[in-house]
């Protein structure tokens, strides 16, 4: 007997046992009388004993189906709660969308429009080498990661510039009728560590000396304490939220970002990888 009938024919026993009657447990479960009292037979064919007597009075459950009935309705419980379990367990399938956190303040955006076309949505937001790993894994549907960067294995779409402004200390150059030049900033940027991203790093600290800064920077992950660190006066600070900072006069130092997705071959077939993507870049364009 499979595990899926035994279930079946424990719950005709119980309702049997609790009806002491088997027109009226039939009618408890919602059906006739001839397969329930079948059931009963196999279940008893199967263990090997007697569950009920029958007779004029009606129906006896054995000394057999005594000791029977508590275990039975144990496991019956025990099978109830483990359905209950699984539905909670059932998860709305979701766009896994990982967001480089060099975006700062235009996360909540991003999320908001892919949450308005394809929701539900889970967002994951790290540095670029850890999102583009969870991408090839299979961990996330698509990211949006930092160029330049290592991003073998998995498919690409075009290279984004976001404009970035300059955050300085209260007491910062004083921003002309074009705006701050980097090279009148004294003071190292607040940047993510290398490890999140080491070639887009290395590209803005090069990009930095060009433009007349000195190129030191400071390596700090929690996007938090790359605020304090500003007001503290301790360095300054490059972001893609429109509104905050300085606008940058002479050479721009632009966050260039890219879409990446898995192979075709490792998409998940209830995603929709190619219009997540679109909504993207239209918010990066």
Sequence with gaps: MHAVDLLRHLRFFTAVAEERHYGHAAAALGMTQPPLSQGVQRLE???????????????????????????????????????????????????????????????????????EQLEPVAPAVAGSVELVDRVRAGDLDLAVVRHPGVIDGTRAGAVHMVP????????GPDPGAEGVRIAEVARPLVVPPRRHQPAAHDQLVDSLRRAGHSGEVVEEADPLARQALVSAGVAVRLTPDPGSGRDLAGAPLPLLLRVVLPVPAARRKDVDHERAAHIIEQCLS
């Design 45 to 115: 064919k199967h263990l090997g004993v007697r569950l009920f007597d029958r007779d004029a009075r009606g129906v006896r459950i054995t000394e057999a189906g005594a000791a029977l009935l508590p275990r039975a309705e144990e496991l019956l419980a025990a099978a109830d709660e483990l359905v209950q379990r699984a539905v909670e367990w059932a998860v709305t399938p979701s766009l896994r969308v990982g967001l480089a956190a060099d975006l700062e303040g235009r996360v909540p955006e991003l999320v908001r429009q892919l949450a």
């Design 164 to 171: 970035t402004r300059l955050v300085v200390p209260d007491d």
